[in-house]
């Protein structure tokens, strides 16, 4: 690598329009964010306004979202990700094993498999799932073969879950397979040999030695099912509302954007606490090391 | 106990592989993964409207999603904000790959975590971010007054703000293979830093720049949230327009136009894969 | 034998593409022995060993390990331990906790595992740094750790896969002794696997030399290098001449055989007339004389090439018919060296019972 004093013109070059480019049309229009998060909407003759500001006028906005109603919805938020992360991780952790110990030739199809989903629209599966899950849909119908239901499976918590785990698998899956796969496999073998049996050498040595993996993929997975807004939004009954619908609401139908940006700076402060974790357990796993 | 069984003759204790349980679980959880999908698949091809009994094969749905104009309408808007969101996206990732792959600086790591932010704050803060910045910059204002397709250039600048990140990174990590030695080569044969960026870098990252164009524009064509937001009242794109009409209901249309989308998405993203393939030692 | 403790019965184990690793393998190893499996790159050594372990299953055969058949027993059901090459060390265990693993899981008592893993540090001499992690501790350190685990459990049988062939030369010797040192005191049965021949002649008290996945002979050390039973052990095992004769007719106990470049000669073994077999010499039984010795065994050549050792020199000598002898010589006095030059007419001489004729 070169030092950049060594070619400033070429530095400049390839330098400028990408950064003047994310400062223009991302930092910027965050900083915007930030300050209506600090702002108030206006009161013009009495009346609120509907598109004037006051800007800068305190932290209102943000004393508005400890309320109780709105840290019900962000504790909700928070457990539902964090179900739909364990589940994942549940169902993940033995599919990336799986692959990883399967013939050599069958693991790039599955890895495909695996992924393929997740390139297909977050919208259309989210679709999918509603028209197989519906009252009317193809569970339903096959259960009424056998005399069953119709069951009500759409429109509550689980089926936000539900939905979340089957949109966000692939996230989970990738890290583990990628740690699993360089684990190696001596060490399960010693501890076999060593009298251990599998489930106690899954539990005392796989799992400890595939942590990072398994951190990786919780946080990937963590994130995007903290800020979700469209699962929910479809899956969702009334009642299963989280962060993202409430700012999206402030956005649109509410229009109270101060409240909205207030939110959102909320949910990107804790979006960098879950990475400022990962962060610091891969510290203490390095620290470790030395 | 478990653990006290047999093993079976010419089978270790760690050939996972062979257990019936976790070929059990698989074929579940493929199942459940898929079989969504392929339902909607093949239910684009049914006869019935309803959509809920297979009544026999027709081209039908096909057939109205494409007199639908709205659909076809947003359908077009999607692919050319792809398109065009590509081109930008693909350029200014691979200057941002090639110049971190290139030189040091002061603050190059805070500069990376700049670059990665787009990838990992979530997609409904920055829609509401460039949606308040284009509305107060008075940006909206101005392409939504603009004719087709000048009316599409919130919707791009925002795609090209998520997506170049992703391209960066991509085109990065096939530099990382790059052989500076050979850059070395040409410029001691006298060539110019452009001619040698031309000749010898710039065919290096073409499966790299090819792949991260792909991922741009399945990036691109398949994003809700940002478009979401950012898109004017007027301008309705793939994904918007079928999260309206999945909110009123199912129909045999919307498993026809996902379908669409479904092959143009897996054919882009099967390529990109191709191409990102580790590539075969490279002769000088 | 009755005192087995692994007996392995026709044994076999192909994996998949053909390849067979261990071909119809038959060994009693006995109660507290230093049994070494040696051979080529490739041979199966590993095979049969993971076997014994359980870490891998035959295709067909019985593994009776304390009179019992394991042969499908899993791993961690079977009184066997193992050393592995890369030592397998937990990497996120202390040395401590390392050695405690094997107690611990099988639900040994807190006191007795603590009791236990004292002793096996001070064993292997690593009681200081019981609480280090293995990443701060050098190869040979590792090692021992790894060893300790293993003898901590106090298995019946000890399995190390070429424990010192990460080594580097010096602290390989010391782990030599070290290992016939611990193995007198804990008094447990060794199986060794290695490819290096000095590490099973200087350590093991038996040997099965293995040859793409069959055993060729099994026989202590000296029994190996003066009887060899096949070429390819009689050319594994150090170095030897080979000379390539022709029975013509049997004499009582002797053969009468055509040698070639040497002419007929009268040896002690039982062979079919007509077969080919190979005579075999060590080059120390191999002597120089300038003049025309008596002895019954004599060939006449040219000195092509000598190589100085310090106690001894390497002479290479050719023959009539392209035979090439090697011979090695002490360097008895101080001057002079083999006392032999490039291009020097020579006989080469040697008794008819340094000779062993082998048939396979
Ligand atoms: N899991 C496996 N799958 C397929 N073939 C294998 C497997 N393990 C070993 N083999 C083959 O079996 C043969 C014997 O292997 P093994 O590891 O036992 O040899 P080895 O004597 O230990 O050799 P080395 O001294 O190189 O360790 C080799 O040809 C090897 O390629
Ligand atoms: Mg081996």
Known sequence: MDNWKQNPRVFWTLGLPPSIWLLLFFIIPLG???????????????????????????????????????????????WISALATALCLVVAYPIAFGICFAPNRWKPLLLLLVVLPFWINLLIRTYALIAVFRTRGYVNEVLGLVGLGPFEMLYNDFAVIFGLVYVYMPFMVLPLYATIERLDKSFLEASLDLGASQFQTFLRVTVPL????????????????????????????????????????????????????????????????????????????????? | MRSAAKLKPGQGPLDY????????????????????????????????????????????????????????????????????????ATILGALAALLLWRFRFPMKGGYEGFMALPIVIPEICMGVALLLFFVNSGMMGFFVSMPWPLNLGNIIIAHVTFCFPFVAVVVRSRLVGFNRQLEEASRDLGASEWQTFWSVILPYMKPGLIAGALLAFTLSLDDFVITFFTSG????????????????????????????????TVVATVLAMKLQAPPKADKG | MSDAIVSIRNVTKSFGGGITAVDRVSLDIAQNEFFALLGPSGCGKTTLLRMISGLETPTSGQIIIAGEDMAFTPPNKRPTNMVFQSY?????????QNVAYGLKVTGVPGDEIRRRVGEALEMVKLTQLATRKPDQMSGGQRQRVALARALVKRPKVLLLDEPLSALDAKLRDDMRLELTRLQETVGITFIIVTHDQDEALSMASRIAVMDRGSVQQVASPAELYEHPRTRFVADFIGKVNLIDARVHRQIGRKIDCEVRGVGRMELLSDGLVGAQVAIAVRPEKLKIASQEPSSAIRVMGKVRHVAY????????????????LSVNVQNESRHGGSGVERGQPVWVHWSPEDSIVLTE
């Open chain 1, 32 to 78: 915007f964010l930030f300050v209506m998060s600090f702002s108030d909407k206006a009161v013009i003759d009495g009346q609120i306004s509907i598109n004037e500001y006051d800007y800068l006028t305190g932290f209102s906005n943000y004393i508005r979202a400890v309320d109780p109603l709105y840290l019900t919805i962000m504790w909700k938020s928070i």
């Open chain 3, 309 to 324: 050792f310090g106690d001894t020199s390497h002479v290479v000598i050719e023959a009539a018919d392209g035979l090439s």
């Open chain 2, 17 to 88: 592989g062979n257990r019936t349980w976790l070929k059990v679980l698989f074929v579940s959880i493929f199942f459940i993964l898929y079989a969504p999908i392929l339902t909607l698949i093949a239910f684009s091809f049914n006869t019935d409207r309803r959509g809920i009994v297979w009544r026999g094969f027709t081209f039908d749905n096909y057939v109205k999603a494409w007199n639908n104009d709205s659909l076809i309408e947003a359908l077009t808007n999607s692919l050319v904000i792809a398109f065009v969101a590509t081109i930008f």
């Open chain 1, 210 to 290: 595939t942590m990072p993996g398994i951190i990786s993929g919780v946080i990937l997975v963590f994130i995007p099912c903290l800020g979700t807004f469209l699962t929910p939004e479809l899956l969702g009954g009334a009642n299963a509302i989280m962060i993202g619908n409430v700012i999206e609401r402030q956005f649109k139908a509410a229009n109270d954007w101060p409240f909205g940006a207030a939110l959102s700076f909320l949910l990107m402060y804790a979006t960098f606490g879950a990475l400022a974790l990962r962060y610091l357990f891969t510290l203490r796993s390095k620290g470790v090391g030395v």
């Open chain 3, 88 to 96: 397998a060390v937990f990497p996120h265990m202390t040395v401590e």
């Open chain 2, 233 to 264: 009242p007027e301008t309705v794109t793939f994904p918007v327009k079928v999260y309206s009409l999945v909110r009123r209901g199912v129909s045999p249309e919307i498993n026809a136009a996902s379908t669409v989308l479904i092959v143009i």
